[in-house]
Nanobody
Framework: VQLQASGGGSVQAGDSLTLSCEVS????????LGWFRQAPGKERQFVGT????????YYADSAKGRFTISRNSAKNMVYLRMSSLKPEDTAAYYC????????????????????WGQGTLVTVSS
């Protein structure tokens, strides 16, 4: 499965932004599709993930209540809607797909994801 993230940009604190992840290739092979972010000098951080049915969505504490993952199956697109953005949300955002069932908290581990898109940069200024 191949992934391509887009939609990043520079916004002001409090603004909203929607990132898109186009899924191609073996589009039915992923079990979880997640979003991660990485700020300069920091480790890659879990943001949120969704199972292929869309029935299970899990978010990092920092994202709960502000970020929402959704999908458009017909277009093979997954979205990350971010609202009430803060300067600490500034990072490169990546979408990633896991092709194996993830148990427990493994859905938060970058190592559990097999395929990664390129990052899209989000900059939030105060």
């Amino acid at each position: 499965v191949q992934l391509q993230a887009s939609g990043g940009g520079s916004v002001q604190a409090g603004d909203s932004l929607t990132l898109s992840c186009e899924v191609s290739g073996r589009t039915f092979s992923w079990v979880f599709l997640g979003w991660f972010r990485q700020a300069p000098g920091k480790e890659r951080q879990f943001v949120g993930t969704m199972n292929w049915r869309g029935s299970g969505k899990y978010y990092a504490d920092s994202a709960k209540g502000r970020f929402t993952i959704s999908r458009n199956s017909a277009k093979n697109m997954v979205y990350l809607r971010m609202s009430s953005l803060k300067p600490e949300d500034t990072a490169a955002y990546y979408c990633a797909a896991a092709t194996s069932i993830l148990y427990g908290d493994n859905h938060m581990a970058p190592s559990a994801y097999d395929s990664w898109g390129q990052g899209t940069l989000v900059t939030v200024s105060s």
